[in-house]
């Protein structure tokens, strides 16, 4: 249930609200009406935008990226727990003051499959804007060479791409964390969770195509720079859907043939 909550007069001026869009800003606060005195909140990214964003037609494609850049400032953390997805907004009771706090009925990110660390412990040097991990990562138990990504960076952009394109089932297996390791050594971990949400704007691998097929498997998203720059653009300009089928595939057609200096110059 929507609960009246207050916001500081220092918000504005958080470093961390200016690391991050203004959508972004404005997500975090719509956040704190839905979540209970605990600050948790069921965090599937379409429930959101529904209750969220009830006017806005494009919210359901763009909430993913947003909720993607408060997790790097640490503003919220995402974990699930028996199959569902919950939201906790980090240092709750710093942007909250409740008299009488109603006790959650919702599970914790520690009442998990995995246990986070605590509350005080440090941060690594390279995970001081990426954040803790994700509750409920099958965690393989190979190890990582010496100038692997973080294991923990590779977990979660699996998270987002099982959440994102909606494959709770889907599992971590080597030959994933590979393609995961190889894609990071060109892009951050923002660029491959944006990526992975731009697909979802596009209508060809939503099975708007002559198979009525959804190509969304992670290996074909990540495989090569090509596609990953090609989730990128989707996520950044989306096509449009208001075009049919066949306008949309000549538009495309176009599009490769012209050389890119000439379609930044148009």
Known sequence: MPRIRSIKPEFPQSESMGRVSREARLLFVLLWTVCD??????????MLASLLYPYDD???KKIEGWLVELEREQCIERYTADGSTYLQVCK?????????PTASKLPGPR?????LASDSEPLAPD???IGRDRIGIEVPSEPLSGDAPDREVVDRVFEHWRTVHGHPQAKLDAKRRKLIRDALKGYSEADLCQAISGYKNSPHHQGQND???????IELLLRDAKHIDAGLRFYRDPPRTDLSTLTRRNVAAVENWVPPEMRAAQ
């Open 37 to 46: 005195d605990d600050g948790r909140t069921r965090a599937a990214s379409r």
């Open 58 to 60: 494009d919210a359901p």
């Open 92 to 100: 709750w009771r710093n942007h909250q003051r409740i008299d009488h």
């Open 111 to 115: 009442e998990g499959s995995r246990i």
């Open 127 to 129: 995970m001081d804007r």
């Open 211 to 217: 198979k009525a097929t959804v190509y969304d498997a």
